[in-house]
């Protein structure tokens, strides 16, 4: 919905989640909206989780946007949620377009887009790998 950035769906979500989950389970927060309040409570109780985010960043609010800084690098992933967020001029995205998302992201973490696609490549390695 416009204007809501999730809180009360992501801390419902922590909620029900840590009932059941264990504390080092790594977890991916896909297409991450929330502030630096959610994320404060999601690595209080999860300390292994990653956020994905995609084009939708550049509509990001400040506390929005402060929050995609406070997570850093090392937690980011980086999304197409393909159809939904394309390209100005396409009609759809799809994961060819990922290059596009770091587009918008490396500037707010002041990073080139080089860095971002090789560190989120990293993330995603290490949150997908076998255990």
Do not use: C
């Not at 999860?46 to 400040?62: D, Q």
């Not at 997570?71 to 596009?100: A, C, H, I, K, M």
């Not at 490396?106 to 560190?119: S, Y």
Request: proline share 7%.
């Amino acid at each position: 919905m416009p204007g809501d950035n999730g809180t009360e769906a992501y801390m419902l979500l922590l909620n029900l989640v840590k009932k059941g989950v264990p504390k080092d389970q790594r977890i991916h927060l896909h297409s991450f909206i929330g502030d630096e309040y959610v994320l404060n409570q999601w690595s209080s109780v999860f300390p292994n989780f990653y956020l994905g985010f995609t084009r939708f960043v550049s509509s990001f609010s400040g506390p929005q946007t402060r929050a995609l800084k406070a997570v850093g690098q090392d937690r980011t992933l980086l999304e197409t949620d393909s159809p939904y967020f394309p390209r100005p001029g396409q009609q759809w995205s799809t994961p060819n377009q990922l290059y596009s998302v770091a587009e918008v992201i490396a500037p707010i973490l002041e990073t080139t887009v080089d860095k971002l696609l090789r560190t989120t490549a990293a993330n995603a390695q290490r949150l997908f790998q076998r255990q």
